[in-house]
C-alpha cells in the first residue's frame, strides 16, 4: 500500500494556466506539507497543516493556494503559473506538527515533476 | 538561526569503499537529526534518526550515523558502499514546527 501518493506524476503546461496537484496519505498522521525541490536538488518547504489547519507559509507567492479538506488530504493550487514554477513538488506527512516534545520523521510522496513552457 | 549544512555537494567512492557524508547543524536546544536518501525520480526515503540516548544510531540499508554535540554533527558512515548507494542524501534537523535540510550531497559509485 503506497503511504504517501501524489497525483499526477508529470505535469507539463504553459505559462498563465492554473494546475492542481493532489496528495493522500494513508498513515494516519495529523500533519502534511509541500515542499518545492528545485534543479539544484534544494529542498525548501511551502506550506504545513496540521489538522486541516494552516501552520507554515512560508512566504509563498499567493498564486499558490492549499487546500486541505481532511487530515489525509492536502491540495496544491498554482494559478497563472511561470516559468519558474517549474520543479518538483513534493508532499509528506508526519505527526507532531505543532507538539515540539513530539517529534516524528517526514514521509514523503514520490514527487509531481511540473513543467512550464 | 535553524540551519543545516551539508559541505560536500559531490562525492565520488569506489564499489566497496568506506563512506562519510558530513552534515552539521545549528539549533539552539536538543536537536532531532535525520538523514534521508533520494534515489534518480524517486520521493525522499528515511535512513535513520537520532532523537536522543547512544548517539550511533544505526539505520536501513547498512547506514549509521553518529551525533556529536560538541562538534554539532550529524555524520552519515557506510563501511562498504554498493552501487545501489548512488544517489541523493539529505541531512535535516526538527526545527519550530518545520524540518530543515541540508541541501545535499550527491553520491557516485564507481565500478
Known amino acids: 500500500d503506497t503511504a504517501v501518493s501524489q497525483t499526477p506524476k508529470y505535469l507539463v503546461t504553459q505559462m498563465g494556466n492554473d494546475k492542481s496537484i493532489k496528495c493522500e496519505q494513508n498513515l494516519g498522521h495529523d500533519t502534511m506539507y509541500w515542499y518545492k525541490q528545485d534543479s539544484k536538488k534544494f529542498l525548501k518547504i511551502m506550506f504545513s497543516y496540521n489538522n486541516k489547519e494552516l501552520i507554515i507559509n512560508e512566504t509563498v507567492p499567493n498564486r499558490f493556494s492549499p487546500k486541505s479538506p481532511d487530515k489525509a488530504h492536502l491540495n496544491l493550487h498554482i494559478n497563472s503559473l511561470e516559468l519558474g514554477d517549474s520543479a518538483v513538488y513534493f508532499c509528506a506527512s508526519s505527526y507532531g506538527g505543532t507538539t515540539s516534545g513530539s517529534v516524528f520523521e517526514q514521509y514523503f510522496g514520490p514527487g509531481t515533476r511540473l513543467t512550464v513552457t | 538561526a535553524q540551519s543545516v549544512t551539508q559541505p560536500d555537494i559531490h562525492i565520488t567512492v569506489s564499489e566497496g569503499a568506506s563512506l562519510e557524508l558530513r552534515c552539521n547543524y545549528s539549533?539552539?536546544?536538543?536537536?532531532?537529526l535525520f538523514w534521508y536518501v533520494q534515489s534518480p525520480g524517486q520521493g525522499l526515503q528515511l535512513l535513520l534518526k537520532?532523537?536522543?540516548?547512544?548517539?550511533l544510531v544505526q539505520g536501513i540499508k547498512g547506514f549509521e550515523a553518529e551525533f556529536k554535540r560538541s562538534q554539532s554533527s550529524f555524520n552519515l558512515r557506510k563501511p562498504s558502499v554498493h552501487w545501489s548507494d548512488a544517489a541523493e542524501y539529505f541531512c535535516?534537523?526538527?526545527?519550530?514546527?518545520?524540518?530543515?535540510f541540508g541541501t545535499g550531497t550527491r553520491l557516485k559509485v564507481l565500478a
Open positions: 539549533y539552539g536546544a536538543t536537536p532531532y
Open positions: 535535516a534537523v526538527r526545527g519550530t514546527y518545520k524540518y530543515i
Open positions: 537520532y532523537f536522543s540516548g547512544d548517539t
